[in-house]
Nanobody, 125 residues
Framework: QLQLVESGGGLVQPGGSLRLSCKAS????????VAWFRQAPEKGREGISC???????TIYADSVKGRFTVARDNADTVSLQMNNLKMEDTAVYYC???????????????????WGQGIQVTVSA
């Protein structure tokens, strides 16, 4: 059974850092494309980062570019390093994997079928 589990969330002060992990269970990421999304209260889901399954290329939303870094830690874990966090980064964060179709870089949730349960990140003084 294919599962994704996020960890590493929590409460942090503005300017602080957190490192989220997305661990695959029942499979490995292999050459699959993995993305991170977030959803703030009363807002839609926003794609923020994606790492290609073919060549490790990455893309970021403008809102996090220069502050967040996505990486493949090993065969079954993808991380999201979040630095210089701002209050507007407060959201539930999700990882998602694209297991079928073309290997593409995308921040569109429609391109991803398998999702983690989400983890809360709160940035507050």
């Amino acid at each position: 059974q294919l599962q994704l589990v996020e960890s590493g969330g929590g409460l942090v002060q503005p300017g602080g850092s957190l490192r989220l992990s997305c661990k695959a269970s029942g499979f490995t990421f292999k050459r699959y494309t993995v993305a991170w999304f977030r959803q703030a209260p009363e807002k839609g889901r926003e794609g923020i980062s994606c790492i290609s399954g073919s060549d490790g290329a990455t893309i970021y939303a403008d809102s996090v570019k220069g502050r967040f870094t996505v990486a493949r830690d090993n065969a079954d874990t993808v991380s999201l390093q979040m630095n210089n966090l701002k209050m507007e980064d407060t959201a539930v964060y999700y990882c998602a994997v694209r297991t079928g179709g073309l290997t593409i870089l995308s921040l569109d949730e429609e391109h991803f079928r398998n999702w983690g349960q989400g983890i809360q990140v709160t940035v507050s003084a």
